[in-house]
């Protein structure tokens, strides 16, 4: 049974730092997603990372995927205030041909003026 | 576009109520799918359906149903609701990753917040 483990579950972040949160799914895997949450709100897509060594960046997130050590990470860059939210990985197992994602916890975010 | 669209936003149940949730897509998706969603608990599959017609079992099953209507519409059924299924539910699509083609991508709905009191 697949299983994605978030670290850190909550972190309370200054504006202007970075940071790396990371993402652990436990068997092999046809790719890994982020995802962003707004309060009360759905999930928005931020990210698809489909093969190892794939790193994608959007403004201030950069994401990369390890599948060897099946390890995904989010860097931060010099957080602001918007950044606020919380964020989801998910992995979709390598067996069966359909989108069955399996969610981490997901990691509350809180960047602070 | 619409994309997905759930129905309703927010309702509240008794217990042993039923009700039927309701979600349509219309990006011609195959894969449709509900999680429900708990403080820290991340999202978890309650059933999904790969195509039109067929449907599966994800990881928390138990006292919900479903019926994947026709291409665009998968519904969620509470037989007898409680306090226990108080949740947020999310309906989500996809397409169905054929060989070779790997760059899919899952669209969720906006949500119903459903409380059983």
């Known amino acids: 049974e697949l299983k994605v483990e978030q670290n850190p579950l909550f972190l309370s972040m200054q504006e202007g730092k970075n940071y790396t949160i990371y993402c652990n799914y436990s068997t092999t895997s046809d790719r890994l997603y982020w995802y962003r949450q707004d309060p009360g709100k759905s999930l928005e897509s931020l990210f698809v990372?489909?093969?190892?060594?794939a790193v994608k960046q959007e403004g201030r997130l950069m994401a990369s995927l390890d599948t060897k050590a099946r390890l995904s990470t989010l860097h931060i860059t010099a957080a602001v205030h918007d950044l606020s939210a919380t964020y989801f990985c998910a992995v979709v197992p390598s067996q069966g041909g359909s989108e069955k994602l399996v969610f981490g916890k997901g990691m509350k975010l809180t960047v602070n003026p | 576009n619409a994309g997905v669209t759930q129905t309703p936003k927010f309702q509240v149940l008794k217990t042993g109520q039923s009700m039927t949730l309701q979600c349509a897509q219309d990006?011609?998706?195959?894969?449709m799918y509900w999680y429900r969603q708990d403080p820290g608990m991340g999202l978890r599959l309650i059933y999904y359906s790969a195509s039109e017609g067929t449907t599966d079992k994800g990881e928390v099953p138990n006292g919900y149903n479903v019926s994947r209507l026709n291409k665009r519409e998968f519904s969620l059924r509470l037989e007898s609701a409680a306090p226990s299924q108080t949740s947020v539910y999310f309906c989500?699509?996809?397409?169905?990753?054929?060989?070779?083609?790997?760059?899919?991508?899952?669209?969720f709905g906006q949500g119903t917040r459903l409380t059983v009191v």
């Open positions: 990372l489909l093969s190892n060594g």
């Open positions: 989500a699509s996809s397409e169905v990753v054929n060989r070779g083609w790997r760059n899919t991508e899952a669209f």
């Open positions: 990006m011609n998706h195959n894969s």
